[in-house]
């Protein structure tokens, strides 16, 4: 009992419950808030990326051995391969004449991976008149390329002090640096969006050619690398991000101010079908919106038979994995039976092998995308599509503007060649 006695003494007295604060008073209403309105409208979550598709393992001997065959049966035949795509295609009706696809050639990239802040030209594409023969516009494509190595090396003039000493201690306009990437185009240090639009115009002012007129532009966004999924925005500069609907203000605005873009690829994530419909609704009269990354393999297009996901005019195809010719054949008569344009594109990893050039001359596709005039892999293909022009020139099967489509009409020569003249001969 002593014990017991002595732990009450040392416990000391209980100490009373302690009561809680408080809640804190509701906030009051702003003057003239109506009730339920928020301060901020709460952003819509993004919806997240969607898992890559699985790639059968060994799948690229699938499209080898089919490329294979087809080029074997052409040797065989004493025939050209695209000759034997387009009997593929088109069988017995096939027509007396041949289209050569018009160049889309990358010229400049700010993208991702370049080092100045611009993120959303991962690729500004130039794509020569359709007035003009692929020879013709691949000189002025060089002219252009030539004069833009030329602006690059001459060094900018120095900037005045002021008051506040050099440039007002703050960071002058960088001057724009260019290294070669394995697009086969050089990739610019930019800061602004309008920075390599501007170098563009100055080089075609320089060389007598109007944008618009004498060529046009498209611009690879590359949307599916801009988005950073830690805030939901797409960066479009280094620490500048936009909501998906803000980017179609931008593209509208961006359009508007340069009306010689007639092309917009991969604008978006895949994702975004909302957005693809919004752009497509505001610029789809006067603007190719096309679905590259963002469209789903042939192998899954061709097994659900839509290719309306997302909303686009035109999608680019590539001979990859498990795809074949055959996929090919079939991809290009969807894309053909919908009303939609066909693009055939080179890969990031390209080989040597210039079998692509055949194959979209074969399948009849409107575009042929390359990426620039630069690196062997990317040269010996543009070379072939210079080859299969002066052969269908000289067999007479070349069909004169019938890829023209929606861009406008003939111009006169701009570059005098000798596949004109052999043609104006004949």
Known sequence: KELEKSQEDSAGPIPPPQTLPPPPPPPTKKKGQKPGKKDSLVEKPIAPAEPAEPVLCGSMAIGAVSLAVAKTSAILGSNPLYLNIAFLKHGQEQSSTLTVPLIM?????????SPGKLNLMKEVICIPHPGLTTKQGMEMLLEIQKQINKTLEVPPPPKAENKKGHNGNKRGQ???????????????????????????????????????????????????????YSKGKYEVLTGTHKSAAEMV???????????????????????????????????????????????????????????????????????????????????????????????????????????????AVGLGVRFIKLGGLSRGE?????????????????????????????LPGLLEPIFPTEVVEQSAQS
């Open 105 to 113: 050639a990358s010229v400049v990239s700010c993208g991702k991976s």
């Open 174 to 228: 960088q001057s724009l640096t260019g290294r070669m990437s394995h697009l086969g185009c050089l990739t610019l240090s930019c800061d602004t969006v309008e920075q390599p639009l501007l170098l563009l115009q100055g080089v075609c002012a320089n060389l007598e050619l109007e944008l618009g007129t004498h060529l046009h532009l498209a611009i690879n966004c590359a949307g599916h690398e801009l988005m950073d």
């Open 249 to 359: 203000d931008l593209y509208v605005e961006l359009v508007n101010k340069n009306p010689s873009i007639i092309a917009l690829i991969d604008p978006f994530r895949k994702e975004d079908s909302e957005q693809w419909d919004s752009l497509y609704n505001a610029l789809g009269s006067r603007c190719y919106i096309i679905a590259g990354k963002a469209s789903k393999s042939i192998s899954k297009l061709l097994e659900h038979g839509n290719i309306s996901i997302p909303r686009s005019h035109a999608l680019i195809i590539t001979h990859t994995n498990q795809t074949t010719v055959s996929d090919l054949v079939e991809i290009t008569n969807l894309i053909d039976s919908t009303k939609h344009i066909a693009i055939l594109g080179s890969t990031d990893g390209e080989s040597c092998d210039d079998s692509l050039v055949d194959l």
């Open 378 to 406: 990317r040269v010996t293909k543009y070379n072939r599509l210079l080859t299969i022009e002066e052969e269908l020139v000289q067999n007479g099967t070349l069909a004169a503007g019938a890829a023209a489509g929606e």
